[in-house]
């Protein structure tokens, strides 16, 4: 069972900018499409971003296009996003998870425990 460990969450003025990082243990990291998805309070998880094995294929979510950037190093067993532009409606637990291909965000893995992310207006 491959686990996750998400980083990098805080607390920033919108506008600004955060990096989270997702590493993962446990398995053969390059074998799987790797997604981020977030969750608000009151909300349903909703699906961020998603990038192939080799990192030549990403694919977004249409609340944050132009704003958020997925990458992957395989070497360090970690998935990053790049965070720009926040808005207060960012604000969210956002989570790491394997997922079958960019484009069906079904997650395949337990959850870990995320990384709070809180944009104030």
């Known amino acids: 069972q491959v686990q996750v460990v998400e980083s990098g969450g805080g607390l920033v003025q919108a506008g600004g900018s955060l990096r989270l990082s997702c590493a993962a243990s446990?398995?053969?990291?390059?074998?799987?499409?790797m997604g981020w998805f977030r969750q608000a309070p009151g909300k349903e998880r909703e699906f961020v971003a998603a990038i192939s094995r080799g990192g030549s294929i990403v694919y977004y979510g249409d609340s944050v296009k132009g704003r958020f950037t997925i990458s992957r190093d395989n070497a360090k067993n970690t998935v990053w996003l790049q965070m720009n532009s926040l808005k207060p409606e960012d604000t969210a637990v956002y989570y790491c998870n394997a997922v079958p291909t960019v484009t069906t965000t079904r997650p395949l893995w337990s959850w870990g425990q995320g990384t709070q992310v809180t944009v104030s207006s």
């Open positions: 446990g398995g053969t990291f390059s074998s799987y499409v």
